[in-house]
């Protein structure tokens, strides 16, 4: 059913980790929130599939509507 | 500073005034029964009863007011596209409008002083016609008006005002306020082209479904010798508007129209007072003399309506459906509606094809509206972010854009009007696309094209049969025309007509054989591989929504 993959695919989870946090190292909320932003674009463009592209959107406004709720409880 | 405008001056238009003639109800004390009855002079209605008087088919239309235009002589809708030109062309207006509009087909989108994305649509263009011409809305009004009065089968009435509608199954009464008094007209069918706030609609208890959106705007028309680029620009972020989103674009003698969109809570009186919008024209031209022709406020709002026909009345244009302006598709699509509405109706009077056929105007428009509609607010709602987060996300793509083609196409300050296509139904099997202008050459050897071709069968479908193709298949053929079908046969091939760019049997996708059913608003019906008469008869049937029980006896 989905074409969105579940199981591990990044070769090295805790070096792109890493990577990413220290691109995000000394901004403000709304450099790094701009900073996302145009991660999102970069990643989709190299994706490139729309079935993909829509699923992922859902599935991460699925799991932050749960990590909003868990939050408030 | 220097600047040549003059406060307070108006360098306004004289529009035409056309006279009040009591009408023969009114006069002689007729109960005249019409076949056709417009209510609303505006693009849509008018097109419409040219549409109609070039088929030979009487109309009356009813105008509220006694000139074109609206609100003085402001610009209104300015982009007429390829689609609308087309239909123009077929109904003899097109000419003045390429003489006094100004074609372009180059658009760009600046951020700051950069380009970050842009479009020429002459490069995918296979149309006599050229992608857009821009010109003042009145203008078109006014050549449609000329036009019908020259072609004189439709009796236009200023100063006409409807003020109800009611309908039983066999007719339609309106009733009608003039200076000379009241009165009622029967018709036929009804046709609803008064507009976004149309009383009929209303009348009928029928929900448009009317959404506000709350961006603001303040146009201005403004008048200038200095050298532009003939292009559509627009800016999202415009610095010299406190980086808000700013339109540009030339129109006919020499004024150009200026859109800026206004903070969502501003006062509209304020922002189009005339000191004030020459100081947000000197912060855009610069040190240019200018003369400022009208200015006002603008918002906009969405609509669609369930459906278009409603028994014995159908709603076209605004009346209809509004979307936002972005792309052109409001004024264009109501010429598009007029356009697939006419021919149908003129089959249907003469009994050509049964009253079913104009159940497809409501499947086709409507569909092409709420396709309008998705895209326009897609457009509306990226001019106008609504939180903080979007505003990163559209700051985000704008940026990318700068350097990056990808995210070009992600800045999105309008997707232009197109003829839609048409969901597939028994009447367009496969879906509906409209067919460019395409040259074609005559048997005598003469150039034509596409628009030419069609407007010389009258109301008729084209019928185009690629050659080589038994003999006694193109007879059989020929032969259904003469049975009493509106189809008009034509064979592309020696001797015949000749598609010698190839293009048209490039877009349908022709070989030998090949037999394309064009119908008379240029949307393809049907193309049949290997065709012979009974193929070509019965997808004729279906395009005209005749029984098909009885075409398969």
Known sequence: MAAM?????IPDPDGFYAALVAAH???TDAQSAELNAKLVFLLANQLGDQTTLIECIEAAAASSGEATARRSS | MTQSSRPGGSAGYELPVYPFVPPPELARGERAHHPIVIVGGGLSGLTLACDLAHRGIDSVVLDEDDTIGVRGASSRGICYAQKTLEIFARL????????KGVTWSVGKTLSGRDVVYGFNLQVASASAQPPFINLQQFYVEWFLVDRIREL???????????VSVTQTDGEVTATVETPAGTYSLIADWLIDASGVNSRIRSGFGLDPHTSRIADRWCITDVRFKERFPIERWTWVEAPFNENRAVWQHPMADDVWRLDY?????????YVSRRDVAEDRLRAHLGDIGFELVWVGPYEY????????????VFFIGDAAHVVSPFGARGGNSGIQDADNLGWKLALVLRNRAPVRLLETYDAERRAAAKENLEVASRTARFLAPQSEAERTLRRAAIDLARDHPFARVLVNTGRMSVANPYPGSPAVAGGGWSLPNVPLTLPDGSPSDLVTLARSVGTMFVGILYAPAPERDVSAMARLEAEGLPLRLFVSGPGGIADRSGRLAELLGATAGSFALIRPDLYLAALVANADAAQVQRVLHKALCLDTARVAA
């Not at chain 2, 004189?152 to 409807?162: A, F, I, P, T, Y």
């Not at chain 2, 969109?261 to 009186?269: E, G, H, K, L």
């Not at chain 2, 709002?301 to 014995?312: K, M, P, S, V």
């Open chain 2, 152 to 162: 004189g089968r439709c009796d236009l009435r200023w100063k006409n005002k409807v």
């Open chain 2, 261 to 269: 969109q206004m903070p969502s809570d501003c006062d509209p009186d």
């Open chain 2, 301 to 312: 709002r969405d609509h669609l309506l369930d459906e278009f026909r409603h028994g014995r």
């Open chain 2, 92 to 99: 003899g207006i097109y000419d003045r409008m390429r003489e």
């Open chain 1, 25 to 27: 190292q000394g901004l």
């Open chain 1, 5 to 9: 993959r579940m199981d591990p695919n």
